[in-house]
């Protein structure tokens, strides 16, 4: 029998937490971070002057008595964004020391299905590589998680990453603007940033969540190397000395400050995770920092 995606001790640690997003959505009732869009709900946003065809029942009464004029309460509603993983599961995720680079991500989407499912929010865990695989929506309680937990067990590393064909399928796919949790190494021989650009400027509210093993940052090996490219298979022969490794260290560095301002110039939120760091910790401690949980 294979080992669950999450133990029930960590399962029971994620209740206490609810993913946030940074911006306000049109959305159904029923999710549990506030909206700055007026409507239905029972924390008191602002007036408005009522217009015909108004709600009588949200009339100022009281104001009225003082002023003999109609004013309209607003309320901020709590709109069930809908929330979608896109879950790189590119041959690249294969790769590493430990060769659980794409086990770590399972387990990390799994991490956050969870709280969003315990929250009653929309979920849906969409994996992609070259383009979108069949995907996996679920929400109404954490009774759901059974299902999206055999989703992300019974998949599979392969084939090469094209973010922009992506990205033209998933705004076809999924038109209405929300929270997008993109989790990937994001090493791809391709074009990723603009298509992740392209994908902010639609609305949805990025959060890149960046993925590595050690060697995909600091490379352990030394001397004469011929590497074969994990996606493409086209080999490379390089050198590796001391001073080639701190270069391709600080390249590596830089383009994650790309993704990262990326990001945030878009209103959205970045962080950088080493397969190293257990999952609980990273859940608790950096997504937690960057108020992705809490």
Not at 87 to 115: I, Q
Request: aromatic content about 10%; charged content about 25%.
């Amino acid at each position: 029998m294979a080992a669950p995606l999450l133990d029930r001790a960590f399962l029971e640690r994620l209740e206490r937490l609810t993913i946030h997003w940074m911006k306000s959505f049109p959305g159904l009732v029923g999710g549990h971070n506030t909206s700055r869009f007026a409507g239905a709900g029972q924390e008191f946003l602002d007036h408005r002057h009522f217009h015909h065809g108004d709600d009588l029942r949200a009339i100022n009464w009281r104001a009225y008595m003082r002023l003999e004029k109609l004013f309209l309460k607003m309320f901020q509603v709590e709109p069930r964004v809908p929330v979608r993983i896109l879950l790189d599961a590119s041959a690249s995720m294969s790769t590493g020391e430990d060769g659980d680079k794409f086990g770590y991500v399972r387990r990390l989407a799994g991490a956050l299905a969870y709280v969003g499912l315990v929250r009653l929010e929309t979920i849906t865990l969409q994996p992609f590589s070259d383009s979108l695989w069949d995907s996996h929506a679920c929400g109404g309680g954490r009774h759901r998680f059974a299902p999206a937990a055999e989703f992300l067990n019974a998949l599979d590393a392969k084939g090469q990453t094209n973010f922009l064909d992506v990205a033209r399928e998933f705004s076809a796919e999924y038109p209405q603007r929300g929270l997008l949790i993109v989790i990937s190494d994001f090493l791809t021989t391709g074009e990723c940033e603009k298509p992740l650009q392209y994908l902010a400027d639609l609305g949805h509210e990025l959060l890149l969540l960046q993925v590595w093993s050690d060697e995909d940052r600091t490379p352990p090996w030394n001397g004469e190397l011929e590497l074969i490219d994990a996606e493409s298979g086209e080999k490379l022969e390089l050198s590796f000395e001391d001073d080639v490794r701190q270069l391709y260290t600080e390249r590596f560095d830089a383009y994650a400050r790309g993704l990262r301002d990326l990001a945030l110039r878009k209103g959205g939120r970045y962080l950088g995770i080493c397969t190293r760091t257990p999952v609980d910790e990273a859940v608790f401690g950096p997504l937690n920092q960057i108020q992705a949980v809490y």
